[in-house]
């Protein structure tokens, strides 16, 4: 077995030994890098204030390999739900009432890497969350996208949580109907429908870092990237962090062009058949039913 030797590593990640030469960081590692520049641009762009948001990445077996002992488990976590589908799998996720701001920072305390356990109830925690920490509160939602996106999509790796500004706004004064609301949004940017064909799927405001908003998230995730909780936020979902954050970032520009332009009188619009020719040309398979005739 290649991890035996569990000396070659200490619990922050460190890779000891010659046969490594010198040691290597999971916080030096490009998993990690990128995960937490991925929360600081969200932070930047004042989609997720204090802990608002929360990120989970699912990591390839031999990734974490190169930086970790699979085989020293930190402490065990209850996760409170089952999720069997996911036993064995690697999660680098953010850490629950963690600001994003403090992220890159000092990522061992603000996110952690988890590898559920075989019966799937446990997080076995391999790094990160050294002050005693846990994962986000909304790891029902998270792990069930999870396993709905790789149900459709076995490449998905990202699933993203965020309060971007002009969504939420948008969410208080249009109508939370998938057909209503994708349909504006496709109409704010010519290249949105393109982007985000099959739409987006919408919940009603539920009680947040529960298994039920968890199970409804994952249900709209089995036919939407993207998923608005109603008054909340969004959920993003995709194979790399460019893919879960594009989707976020246009449907949020989407958004923002219809907060700064819904009070004003409209004299130009892109019509339902130029949307159309868009999907076409672009040769998207597109929601035809969220478009009127
Ligand atoms: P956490 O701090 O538990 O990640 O929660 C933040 C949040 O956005 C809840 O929906
Ligand atoms: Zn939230």
């Not at 890779?15 to 916080?27: I, L």
């Not at 908003?213 to 962090?241: D, N, P």
């Not at 976020?248 to 130009?268: C, D, G, S, W």
Request: hydrophobic content about 40%.
């Amino acid at each position: 077995m290649l991890y035996q030797e569990t000396k070659k590593y200490d619990l922050t990640g460190f890779r000891r030994g010659s046969e490594a030469g010198a040691p290597q960081s999971v916080a030096q590692s490009a998993f990690v890098k990128e995960f937490v520049q991925m929360t600081s641009n969200m932070y930047r762009l004042g989609w997720d204030e204090r802990n608002g948001g929360n990120l989970s990445y699912l990591l390839k077996e031999e990734e974490v390999a190169q930086y970790l002992d699979p085989d020293c488990v930190i402490r065990k976590i209850s996760l409170g739900f089952r999720v069997p589908e996911l036993a064995g799998k690697f999660f680098l996720v953010t850490g629950t009432q963690k600001y994003f701001r403090n992220m890159e920072s000092d990522p061992e305390t603000n996110t952690g890497i988890i590898r559920i356990s075989a019966d799937g109830s446990e997080g076995e925690l391999l790094w990160g969350f050294r002050d005693g920490g846990k994962p986000t509160s909304e790891l029902p939602a998270h792990l069930m996208s999870h396993i709905a996106r790789l149900s459709v999509d076995p490449d998905n790796r990202v699933v993203l949580h965020s309060h971007p500004t002009n969504i939420l706004a948008m969410n208080f004064v249009h109508k939370l109907d998938e057909k209503a609301f994708t349909r504006t949004l496709w109409k704010m940017c010519t290249e949105c429908i393109v982007v985000f064909p099959e739409g987006v799927g919408i919940l009603p405001w539920m009680l947040c870092g529960t298994e039920s908003i968890g199970e409804a998230t994952a249900q709209k995730m089995k036919s939407f990237r993207v998923v608005i909780w109603g008054m909340h936020g969004v959920y993003g979902a995709g194979k790399t962090f460019d893919e879960a954050f594009g989707l976020v970032e246009t449907v949020e520009k989407a958004a923002q062009i219809y907060m700064l332009t819904a009070h004003l009188q409209q004299i130009n619009t892109i019509e339902d058949r130029q949307m159309r020719e868009l999907a076409e040309f672009f040769g998207v398979k597109y929601r035809k039913d969220f478009l009127e005739d």
